[in-house]
């Protein structure tokens, strides 16, 4: 997929959980729950994946810290 198509369904899916409600088993109260996602294209100077999965965690990362429930690619 292209960098545009994986920031599309990572959208899709961060919303599609957004929208979701989790009842609590304990106490019946809704609990709302949010996803980060972070996204890397695979480069062809990459050694291997993990040198893809460390981009995409970065891209992760930066989601948490600029608040949360939402999806970021990995910039240089």
Same mark, same amino acid.
């Given at each position: 997929?292209?960098?545009?198509?994986?920031?599309?369904?990572?959208?899709?899916?961060?919303?599609?959980?957004?929208?979701?409600?989790?009842?609590?088993?304990?106490?019946?109260? @809704? =609990?709302?729950?949010?996803?980060?996602?972070?996204?890397?294209?695979?480069?062809?100077?990459? *050694? !291997?994946?993990? @040198? =893809?999965?460390?981009?995409?965690?970065?891209?992760?990362?930066?989601?948490?810290?600029?608040? *949360? !429930?939402?999806?970021?690619?990995?910039?240089?």
């Amino acid at each position: 997929a292209s960098e545009e198509e994986a920031f599309a369904k990572g959208e899709e899916i961060r919303k599609a959980v957004e929208a979701m409600v989790v009842k609590n088993p304990n106490d019946g109260v @809704d =609990l709302k729950v949010t996803l980060s996602v972070g996204i890397s294209s695979f480069l062809p100077t990459d *050694r !291997n994946n993990k @040198d =893809l999965i460390e981009r995409a965690d970065k891209a992760l990362y930066q989601a948490k810290h600029s608040g *949360r !429930n939402r999806t970021i690619c990995f910039k240089e």
